[in-house]
């Protein structure tokens, strides 16, 4: 299917539950009125980010995403894009939130009701084709058969959408994501046995040098409060 991500970085954590409560509106009725579209809102979640093991690069404070079927346009996620703009703008640090759009790769099959994003730009040698082909033939070893079987899935980058929507929304760093990946979680206990197996956490960093640029490294654990539309 085709999505966009808005990962949100806040200028005030006070301002969390504000900002979430808008979203929480403006998503579920813009979904309600398209069918085939679905929505996540994520707020980041203390309690669940003291349990993963990758709090070790900056992070985001809120996760919206917004999905239509790879048979539509992007035409909807564009429209989201200038609708939630202005709602955002007073609340957040453009220069370290993202948006990006792509295509959404169902890996591992899952729900849950915290979700673990990790997005990452590519090494500057490396096409998006030699990106994407890496993260989902390769790297993607490392995300399926975790504890707790976790759902998984990769967001690959369109250009063309996503420069689009970087234009709608000013969020500045866009150009420095290429990828997301998500994992969906069932509790905090499968969170925190990410962090259990120490040959695996040191494979996948080894692997992702060869094609991810360190410095673009970005994460968010949160907690779903809005789960809404077809589940695909």
Avoid: W
């Avoid at 730009?121 to 082909?133: A, I, M, Y």
């Amino acid at each position: 299917m085709k999505n966009l991500h808005l990962l949100l970085r806040l200028n005030n954590q006070q301002d969390l539950e504000t900002l979430g409560r808008d979203l929480y509106r403006l998503a579920s009725e813009a979904v309600a009125a398209h069918p085939g579209a679905s929505t996540r809102l994520g707020l980041r979640d203390d309690l669940a980010r003291e349990a993963a093991p990758y709090a070790d690069v900056p992070e985001y404070d809120l996760a919206l995403e917004f999905s239509v079927p790879e048979s539509e346009s992007f035409d909807f996620l564009v429209e989201q894009a200038k609708a939630v703009t202005p709602v955002i703008q007073p609340f957040i640090d453009p220069a370290n939130s993202v948006a990006i759009a792509g295509k959404q790769n169902f890996l591992v099959p899952g729900e849950g009701q915290f979700q673990l994003f990790r997005s990452f730009g590519r090494l500057p040698e490396l096409s998006q084709e030699q990106f994407n082909s890496h993260f989902i033939n390769i790297h993607s070893q490392f995300g399926i058969g975790l504890p707790g079987d976790p759902g998984y899935r990769q967001l690959h980058r369109d250009p063309e959408a996503t420069s689009q929507i970087r234009e709608i929304t000013g969020l500045t760093i866009v150009d420095n994501i290429d990828g997301v990946a998500q994992l969906l979680f069932a509790s905090k206990d499968i969170i925190a046995g990410l962090g259990g197996n120490r040959e695996r956490g040191e494979a996948a960093a080894k692997d992702g040098g060869l094609f991810i640029q360190r410095d673009s490294r970005r994460t968010i654990t949160s907690r779903l409060v809005l789960v809404a539309g077809p589940l695909f």
